[in-house]
């Protein structure tokens, strides 16, 4: 443990105890970084970024440089990073574009090769982007979303909890939760079986996420009947199933709190 004596770390930067900070890493400008870090060889972190504590942050990782942004007027802007994230080599983090803005990514998330995070995107917890996975700027990823190699979403879009994002697919609207997508554009594929089995979702839960499936996709209504009809389910699940009442409800006030639209295409439309 320690810092490698040809890595360049400015004054004013804040490093705790028990970080690993390999060579030719530089870390300029005000960047607060918490314990227990590794930061491999040639990584920059630079800009107002602040990082927690247990990352594993890989070589040639860029953090807190300029967004990708015209309207970007050299305001001061930010970085915030939580736990125990897995940063692997050659990803680029942004920070936000307005003043005082953020970018901000949570805990437990791994961010393959070549992943890319844009200005002011919101990252929760336990999300995997594979390698080349591509934010636009302030896309938001909720819980325990999987983005497959080489997915581009659309600046705007939310990709909604526990949803999986196939290889190659281009995210132009708000994937809801526990959906699976794939293609270009995205259509939805169905559910996201495997990925919930995966986080524990017994088949009482799956088997009423998938029911919500086929009244988005498959009835023919309208979206707001389908949503009427989804409202409904909730009020009767409340009582009798608890947590796929909450389930249905995330998935409704996703869709209801949508600005750009959902995906609603699926597979066989």
């Not at 390999?22 to 400008?29: A, F, H, N, S």
């Not at 995107?121 to 080349?132: E, K, P, Q, R, Y």
């Not at 995966?198 to 009482?204: L, Y």
Request: proline share 3%; charged share 20%.
């Amino acid at each position: 443990m320690g810092i490698h004596p040809t890595a360049i770390i400015d004054k004013r930067a804040k490093i705790g105890s028990e970080n690993e900070i390999g060579p030719y890493v530089v870390i300029e400008g005000e960047v607060t970084i918490g314990n227990n870090n590794y930061i491999g060889p040639g990584t920059i972190i630079t800009g107002n970024t602040t990082i927690g504590d247990n990352n594993q942050i890989h070589g040639h990782v860029y953090i807190g440089n300029l967004p990708q942004d015209v309207a970007f007027k050299n305001s001061r802007t930010y970085v915030i990073i939580g736990n125990n994230n897995i940063i692997r080599e050659f990803a680029t983090i942004h920070r936000g574009t307005k003043e005082e803005s953020k970018t901000i990514i949570g805990n437990n998330n791994f961010l393959m090769v070549a992943s890319h995070v844009a200005h002011n995107c919101i990252l929760g917890n336990n999300i995997v982007m594979v390698n080349a996975a591509s934010l636009g700027g302030y896309v938001e990823v909720h819980d325990h979303a999987f983005l497959g190699g080489f997915v581009i979403v659309h600046q705007f879009c939310r990709i909604g909890s526990y949803t999986m994002s196939g290889i190659l697919t281009k995210v132009v609207k708000d994937v809801p939760p526990f959906m699976l997508v794939d293609g270009n554009p995205a259509k939805v594929r169905g559910t996201n079986v495997v990925g919930l089995k995966r986080k524990g979702f017994n088949n009482k839960r799956r088997e009423v996420i998938k029911k919500a499936y086929k009244i988005l996709y498959r009835s023919g209504y309208k979206l707001s009947h389908s949503l009427e009809i989804l409202n409904n389910d909730i009020s009767r699940l409340t009582e009798e199933d608890p947590e796929s009442a909450k389930d249905i409800e995330m998935l409704v006030d996703f869709i209801k709190n949508s600005k750009r639209g959902i995906v609603l295409k699926s597979e066989k439309e």
